[in-house]
């Protein structure tokens, strides 16, 4: 139980266009769901948290408006890089939490960015 | 704000022995404690976890032990295998909190 895909696994894509990562909760209702980045060889830096019907908290530095993210149902929630540009390039990891667990979060296979 | 250390950054042990990773953490009202382990290129796979309620919390070659008044907690892995070899991460929460991470922990388990 408690497993989470992330779709598509890699992406390469052009400097100026965007970019939709999905998250999905397969056998359990996430309320919230979390979007992380990583960088090679560094831990996990939380982008957003994203609850199921309401807007996203997004953390210091990051920009909403860059990294637009929708939670539309309790197992679906969306990432999408608007404009990415190289510096975008990145692992982005989404986690959920299952309703039902408290604390724990389960995190997705991650999704390997590059922006030409 | 909140912190989490961890140590050592990098650790090597021969397959058989056993690995040892601590976790020290500054945020007094934090009460759970996971640990996750993520091989190259994959997302992070919870191994397992501990509340604060709990002293220490074992599975199968796998344990957790807590020290609340002191703030750390370690992850022991017995009988090491060369598959163990990953990142390690622990992380902190207090309830309904988001996690924070330590920096992670490479182990190398030499056949």
């Known amino acids: 139980g408690a497993v989470v895909s992330q779709h598509p696994s890699r992406v390469i894509c052009k400097s100026g266009t965007s970019v939709k990562i999905e998250c999905r909760s397969l056998?359990?209702?996430?309320?919230?769901m979390f979007w992380y980045r990583q960088f090679p060889k560094q831990s996990l830096m939380l982008m957003a948290t994203s609850n199921e019907g309401s807007k996203a908290t997004y953390e210091q530095g990051v920009e909403k408006d860059k990294f637009l993210i929708n939670h539309a149902s309790l197992t679906l929630s969306t990432l999408t890089v608007t404009s990415a540009h190289p510096e975008d390039s990145s692992f982005y990891i989404c986690?959920?939490?299952?309703?039902?667990?408290?604390?724990?979060?389960?995190f997705g296979p991650g999704t390997r960015l590059l922006v030409l | 704000g909140e912190n989490v250390e961890q140590h050592p950054s990098t650790l090597s042990v021969q397959e058989g022995d056993s690995a040892v990773i601590k976790c020290t953490y500054s945020?007094?009202?934090?009460?759970?404690f996971p640990w996750y382990k993520q091989e190259l290129g994959k997302g992070p796979q919870l191994i397992i976890d501990i509340r604060s309620n709990v002293g220490e919390k074992k599975d199968q070659r796998i344990a957790v032990t807590l020290n609340k008044t002191a703030k750390h907690f370690s992850l022991h892995i017995t009988e090491t295998q060369p598959e163990d070899s990953a990142v390690y991460f622990c992380?902190?929460?207090?309830?309904?909190?988001?996690?924070?991470f330590g920096p992670g922990t490479r182990l190398s388990v030499l056949p």
């Open positions: 992380a902190e929460a207090d309830y309904g909190q988001n996690f924070v």
């Open positions: 945020d007094s009202a934090s009460n759970y």
């Open positions: 056998d359990f209702q996430a309320t919230t």
């Open positions: 986690s959920a939490r299952d309703r039902l667990a408290k604390e724990t979060q389960y």
